[in-house]
């Protein structure tokens, strides 16, 4: 999808495969596409513009329409990545891999499994010294006044990032590993908790694993508004200060949780949601897709 790329290929006339997330898709309206855009948003497709001329190509209007191949596979499914009927576009369900001998850390496959399980996956805390667009501490600083008395074991895990110093000491009910492996442990909570990112959007919904979602960027809500309108999960969105610090109140976030594990809707939606994601074929679909492209 890197536009550079898809540029490259096309003034070299190589054939094309590209694999995007469908509000990449020029037929649809973008990231933020439950808002009217302003009318003066910087344009770049003037400088594409001009290097596709030099080289007897056609203009664009948008520059997502660089992301169109000669096959282009979109994640997901309509329910959850929709593109326009009759739309350039294949889907291919979810892309998600999971080393063979990867195993449970002890620490959590010793939990109680009788109780209700959450899994909080926060991402990168915190980019640098100062509050960035990208940091989701925002999860930690409400996650953890939310669930620390509630009578249910809570996972929590980084990606390998390090925890802020201020969480360095957590409630008892808190288990936290830098890493566990994702789909492994979607499948045996029953809730997960996370920052809206592409991949555990996915993992949640491939497992068939409802969702409380506190979206950090444009992307992140537009993933989680997917997820909560097919009835599979709820969003809190973070109230932004004029610092760039992210937060949201405790009881908000509780709220939520509470409303998504006692409703079985939810539970029920994401199975359905999982047993038909899983007929669209995932990378196998993709790979036979790309060899007819080939041949």
Not at 117 to 123: F, H, L, N, V
Not at 229 to 252: C, F, H, M, T, Y
Request: hydrophobic fraction near 40%.
């Amino acid at each position: 999808m890197e536009p550079l790329a898809c540029l490259a290929a096309s003034v070299l006339r190589k054939p094309l495969a590209t694999i995007i997330q469908s509000d990449m898709h020029p037929s649809n309206k973008g990231f933020i596409w439950w808002k009217k855009l302003p009318a003066d948003v910087p344009a770049v497709t003037p400088l594409f513009n001009t290097v596709l001329a030099e080289h007897d190509l056609a203009s664009i209007a948008r520059l997502e329409e660089l992301y169109l191949g000669d096959v282009t596979l979109v994640l997901g499914m309509p329910e959850t990545d929709p593109i326009p009927e009759g739309a350039a576009g294949h889907h291919i369900g979810p892309i998600l891999w999971r080393r063979g001998d990867q195993d449970l850390p002890d620490s959590i496959a010793a939990l109680d499994r009788n109780r209700p399980m959450i899994w909080i996956y926060s991402g990168h805390p915190r980019y640098g010294p100062i509050p960035t667009w990208a940091d989701s501490d925002v999860i930690l600083r409400s996650c953890v006044p939310a669930l620390e008395h509630e009578d249910l074991p809570v996972i929590l895990s980084t990606g390998y990032q390090e925890l802020p110093d201020e969480f360095s000491s957590l409630p008892a009910n808190f288990h936290f590993e830098p890493f566990v492996p994702g789909l492994l442990v979607a499948e045996m909570n029953d809730l997960l908790i996370h920052h809206g990112g592409y991949g555990s959007c996915q993992t949640g919904l491939f497992t068939g694993t409802p969702a409380v979602i506190v979206p950090t960027m444009s992307e992140r809500e537009s993933n989680a508004r997917r997820i909560a309108a097919a009835g599979s999960g709820e969003l809190v969105s973070p109230i932004v200060d004029n610092d760039g610090l992210k937060s949201v109140q405790p009881e908000d976030l509780l709220t939520k949780v509470r409303l998504v594990l006692g409703d079985p809707s939810y539970s029920r939606n994401a199975r359905l949601i999982s047993e038909k994601m899983k007929s669209y074929g995932g990378p196998s679909r993709a790979a036979s897709l790309i060899e007819d492209l080939k041949r």
